[in-house]
Every structure is written in C-alpha cells, then in structure tokens.
C-alpha cells in the first residue's frame, strides 16, 4: 500500500510539473519568435525603404554593399526582386522556396508570423518586406535569416525547465514518500501488532504515534478491544483452570468413598459399581485434560530447553510391548519440550487405536517431528475435525479418552511457533506432523 501511495503521489505530482513546465517552454519558444520576427522584421522593412529609394533613383550600388555587408556580418540571404519577380540584388544562398512570400508581399502584406522556434528547428525563416507603398510597389525584398542564436535560448530555457521539473520531481517524491510512511504508519503498526497476536502474543499493542487522528483513535480503540479480548479470554482460562483444580479433590474422595464401600456391595449390584468407577475415571481423565489445555493456553510450563526422546520413548516401548505393538524410532535425539509432549499425545493416541501387531514410527529430522502408525487411520473429513476439541470418532465410541489429546497438542504447536497437521499414512494409518519454525533445532 505504501508502494501504491507513492505512486499515486508521483503520478500527481508529474501530471502538475508537465502542465506547469509545458507551457512554460512553449510560451517562451513563440516569445523567443516574436523577437525574431521583430527583430528581422525591422532589418526587412529598412531595406525595403532602401530598395524604393534605389527603385526612384535607378542606382542599386549603394543597396547591393549595404546587402552583401549584412549577409556576411549575420550569415542571412537577401533577395530584392521587381514587380514582375525578377532577381535585382542578391546576397547569401536562400534555402527555401521564395514564390509564395513573393507573391504575398506583392499584395502589400508583410509577414505577420513565423514558425515556433524549437532546439529542434527550423534552422532559417524566411520573411517578405514589400518596398513602396499601395499602388506604388517597386519590388519585394526577402530575407532569410538563421535562428541559431534562437534556438540555443530556446534549448538553454528548456534544459533549465527540465533541470527544475527533474529537481522538483525528486523533491515532490521524498515528501511524497515520507507523506505515504506518515499515513499508513499506524496501519503499519496495527498491521505489526495483529500478525503478533495470530501469532500468540496476546499482549501485543499498537503504540500510536504519528500518522492522521484518524487513525491514531483507531489504533486506541484496537488497543482497547485487544485488550476486552484478552481479558475475557484471561477470565475463562482462569474459570477453566480453576474449576479443573478444584474439581480433582471432590473427584479423588469420591472415588476413594466408592472404593470403600465396595465391601458393602451386593452381587446384583456389582456391575452398576463398575460402571460408575469407570465413569469416575473418565470425568477425572477429562478433569486432568482440561486443566492441562487451560495451562498450556495461558502458556505455563511450556519451557524452551531441549528434551531427549530417547529415556521417552524406552517408556513407551514397553507400553507398547505389553499390548504386542511394534515402537521404530529412526532419530531419538533432542526436541524442544513442547514437541516431545505432542509425540507423548501421539504415542498415546496410536497404542489406542493400532491393533495388535501394528507399528508406530517416530523420526524428527530438518525440524519435522512424525508419529506414523499403520491403525485404521481417519478419513479426510475426520482429519479436519479431530484437532477441534472434545472431538471423538464414531468408530472410536468405546475408546477410553477426553477428546482434547489432539486439541491440547495443537495449542502445544501453536505455542511454540510450530504447526500441525493430521496425514494419510502408506498403506493405511495416520501421521501425526509437526513443523517447528525455522531456525536451529536442538
């Protein structure tokens, strides 16, 4: 955008010098003519007073030292001729075609105008003196006089006008640009702040400073919107967090009050005993899970240092052996901690679905952290939604779990600048993909 403005500024700016500039050079060039036609004007009419004289006494000696003399000094051509055309003194070489100025001066009309003068030409005008006057015509005299001394007035008028247009274009397009940075300087800066914040700096703020009042206020009222926004996220995390941790006591004293009084059970009641255990389990599960996305949320417990996968995953294989599941890992070196508890979710996810025998793979290389399985893996439109929260598969029903394992990763990846992505596995399965930012990896 600040490109466009400059632009636009530019343009503007050029269309005001060429309409200043323009008429400028061109009304100097016909001023530069008039003086010329004046000028040689003047000498045309004293010949031609010489001419009528010489014409009325019958000696033209006098005339033709006065033309020749002339000729020389200013490099012109003169012609005197009769009233029936003929040549009676000459002087210099003409360059142009006399017969219509001849004809136009016999009628007792000198020459009113001349071509515009230009650094471009033309290189010599030719004017028409008729001698005598009305009726009484001796002859028509005729000069041509060259227009250097014009045309380099002309050229150095117009290189000074080029030289100021160029000058002011130069100058009109720094204030036109330092115009454009003034304006859009709080777009910039609401454009700083808003990629900050879908970035996960939630306490990004613009910082008004230059730019219109306009939108000055409008960087104080984002500011003030960002900051409703982020409290009323603040607020629900914290409802979140709050109800979770003081959800977990209540929830281990009953399980511990069910558990005692198992003893006092009768056989018919056993299974209903059972099922209210195990639901007692999942709605503490769901406790702990949502506890951890509000911490991940507000960003705690989420440190820099590198983790090794390797003492990870040696737990993980024997979980896995114990349900006769195959763990590969192709590179058990070092990640940031945010991306070994996404594997931890991952890992946790695939020994649920795969069935026994299958296989798990993990590698992390060029920043790229995989969790592939060969299970039944997720369809398409499965794979969209399973990063939402509290989502769960229809074929998955029965499976034991909160539905946040995926969200709580996704908000783990997006915290650390990373993204995650749900794909297809060869032949069958899933992958689960994470894509740290650039940068050096541990």
Wanted: proline share 5%.
């Amino acid at each position: 955008m600040n490109g466009r403005l400059v632009v636009t500024f530019t343009t503007l700016i050029v269309f005001l010098i060429v309409a200043l500039a323009v008429p400028l050079g061109w009304a100097y060039a016909s001023h530069r003519t008039n003086r010329l036609l004046l000028d040689r004007r003047a000498d045309a009419t004293r010949f031609a007073e010489l001419a009528d004289q010489a014409a009325r006494e019958g000696d033209y000696a006098g005339l033709v030292e006065e033309v020749r003399r002339y000729a020389d000094l200013y490099g012109a051509a003169v012609r005197l001729r009769d009233r029936d055309g003929s040549v009676r003194v000459t002087a210099g070489r003409f360059e142009a075609d006399d017969r219509d100025a001849t004809r136009l001066a016999l009628s007792g009309r000198t020459t009113e105008d001349l071509p515009v003068t230009t650094p471009f030409g033309p290189s010599r005008v030719l004017l028409a003196e008729p001698a005598g006057r009305d009726a009484q015509l001796s002859g028509v005299v005729l000069l041509q006089a060259p227009t250097d001394r014009a045309r380099l007035d002309v050229a150095l008028v117009w290189g000074a006008l080029a030289l100021g247009a160029l000058a002011a274009l130069g100058l009109g397009a720094l204030v036109a640009r330092r115009l454009a940075r003034w304006i859009l300087r709080p777009v910039t800066e609401l454009d700083r702040t808003t990629r900050a914040i879908a970035r996960g700096r939630l306490d990004a703020r613009a910082h008004p400073g230059a730019g219109p009042s306009e939108l000055r206020r409008l960087e104080e009222r984002f500011n003030a919107m960002a900051d409703a926004v982020a409290g009323a996220m603040e607020r629900q995390r914290a409802f979140v967090a709050d109800a979770s941790h003081e959800l977990r006591t209540p929830l281990t004293v009953l399980g511990l009050r069910l558990e005692n009084l198992e003893p006092h059970l009768r056989e018919e009641g056993t299974a209903e005993y059972e099922e209210a255990l195990a639901e007692l389990d999942r709605l503490t599960l769901l406790v702990e899970d949502l506890l951890t996305l509000a911490r991940v949320e507000a960003g705690a417990g989420l440190g820099s240092r590198p983790v090794a996968l390797g003492p990870r995953l040696a737990v993980w294989r024997e979980v896995y052996a114990a349900k006769g599941l195959t763990l590969v890992a192709l590179d058990d070196g070092e990640v940031p901690e945010a991306a070994a508890r996404i594997a931890d979710i991952a890992l946790d996810n695939a020994q649920k679905f795969v069935p026994e025998g299958g296989t798990v793979t993990v590698t992390f290389a060029d920043g790229v952290l995989r969790v592939a399985d060969d299970g039944p893996g997720l369809g398409e439109e499965e794979r969209a939604e399973a990063l939402g929260r509290f989502w769960r598969s229809g074929a998955h029903a029965n499976v034991p779990g909160s539905g946040l394992g995926l969200a709580i990763a996704a908000e783990l990846a997006r915290a650390c600048g990373g993204t995650l992505r749900l794909l297809p596995a060869a032949p069958h399965g899933l992958t689960v993909e994470l894509r740290l930012p650039a940068g050096p990896q541990p």
